[in-house]
């Protein structure tokens, strides 16, 4: 039976997750969820992995959110319960420690771009439509898309965004801070890859206290922030990662970190 998700580890650093329904334009039914969390907890229990990428098979569509053919034939409180489990996998994909990396192959709409939005980073094939289109289905963006949009790009922005359900080409998002990069559809891995070994070779325990500093500050102010940045920096200070990350500036080398 084919997988529904696709897991593969580069370079012996860099997970690779790819969603495997080309043929559903990588739509996310309830049985993929299941792959997809379950990879999650494979990834939270290696300790080799230092990022992880996310990204979708074909050359088309990276997720187009929500299975629409499999939610029309549940009853009301299937339904309910397929958006809070999409909700608490992007929750679950936002919390991982190392940092996570939207490859967007193609189009992202609805739940895809919601998808992105819960990785800390994010890197559109040029031509690639991004876009939160709920609320022309009398819904909204229920996998975390009102929350996570404005504090990205803006309030007014990401509130055009949603009330009009109007998509952008990969070219106008990055204008607005939706992505961080574009790449031509056959370099566009390379060029992830190579952005996760940038971030690869620096001290692992060190990205992981950054991104968990960053994440707190979000829900606190910023005397609160900076305690929670304070804490982080103390637990690296007896790290052997520092010690040789030290070490090796003074002896002019590249430092070899061991995550300890």
Do not use: W
Not at 7 to 25: C, H, K, V, Y
Not at 51 to 71: M, P, W, Y
Not at 80 to 105: G, Y
């Amino acid at each position: 039976m084919t997988s529904l998700v696709n897991f593969s580890i580069q370079d012996e650093q860099i997970g690779i997750m790819t969603l495997n329904r080309p043929e559903q334009a990588n739509s996310l039914s309830t049985a993929m969820l299941e792959e997809i969390n379950q990879i999650i907890q494979e990834i939270n229990h290696d300790e080799s992995i230092r990022c992880l990428l996310i990204t979708g098979a074909g050359t088309n569509v990276f997720c187009a959110g929500a299975d629409l053919k499999e939610r029309r034939l549940m009853t009301e409180a299937e339904a309910k319960a397929a958006v809070l489990s999409i909700q608490q996998t992007f929750i679950e994909i936002e919390a991982i420690s190392v940092p996570v990396i939207a490859v967007m192959n193609g189009h992202a709409l609805g739940g895809g771009l919601e998808l992105a939005l819960a990785c800390d980073l994010r890197i559109a094939r040029a031509g690639a439509r991004l876009g939160l289109p709920e609320t022309g289905l009398a819904i909204i963006p229920g996998a975390g898309g009102t929350q996570r949009l404005p504090r990205l790009i803006g309030l007014g922005k990401a509130k055009e965004l949603i009330f009009t359900g109007t998509p952008l080409q990969a070219e106008e998002a990055i204008q607005i801070g939706l992505i961080e990069h574009i790449s031509l559809a056959d370099t566009l891995m390379n060029d992830a890859l190579s952005l996760a070994k940038q971030i690869a070779k620096n001290g692992p325990l060190a990205i992981k206290e950054a991104k968990k500093a960053i994440q707190l500050s979000l829900d606190h102010d910023l005397h609160a922030g900076l305690m929670k940045e304070y804490e982080s920096y103390l637990r690296l200070i007896d790290t052997e990662d520092r010690t040789e990350g030290l070490r090796a500036f003074q002896e002019k080398r590249t430092p070899q970190y061991k995550g300890q």
